[in-house]
């Protein structure tokens, strides 16, 4: 079992900035990869970002590609995922979610095991 908790989301105007943090628990978390996700009620989820413990490979949608940032702390089991220059299209509630293997960027949330309760972020224009 891997536990999965986020934090860090909040309401921010346009442009600024948001870092989340995803703190992991559990049996050999390091062999997961892991991935954020966002879902829009009405929407299906979304694939944000993803990459592995070592960080060597990360992965992102074309839509935050160069805005934001993923990034883990072995020693914290802790995924962040850096925000910056938000939009009111980023607007979502944000889940951090584990898979096994080690394929960074799987876009399926289907193909994840496990998934953190979620964190809003609410961006106003």
């Known amino acids: 079992q891997v536990q999965l908790v986020e934090s860090g989301g909040g309401l921010v105007q346009a442009g600024a900035s948001l870092r989340l943090s995803c703190i992991a628990s559990?049996?050999?978390?390091?062999?997961?990869?892991m991935g954020w996700f966002r879902q829009v009620p009405g929407n299906e989820r979304e694939f944000v970002a993803g990459?592995?413990?070592?960080?060597?490979?990360?992965a992102y949608a074309d839509s935050v590609k160069g805005r934001f940032s993923i990034s883990g702390d072995n020693a914290k089991n802790t995924v962040y995922l850096q925000m910056n220059s938000l939009k009111p299209e980023d607007t979502a509630v944000y889940y951090c979610?584990?898979?096994?293997?080690?394929?960074?960027?799987?876009?399926?949330?289907?193909?994840?095991?496990?998934w953190g309760q979620g964190t809003q972020v609410t961006v106003s224009s």
């Open positions: 979610a584990a898979r096994s293997g080690l394929r960074v960027g799987v876009r399926r949330p289907g193909d994840y095991n496990y």
């Open positions: 559990g049996r050999t978390v390091s062999s997961y990869t």
């Open positions: 990459t592995r413990w070592s960080g060597d490979i990360v």
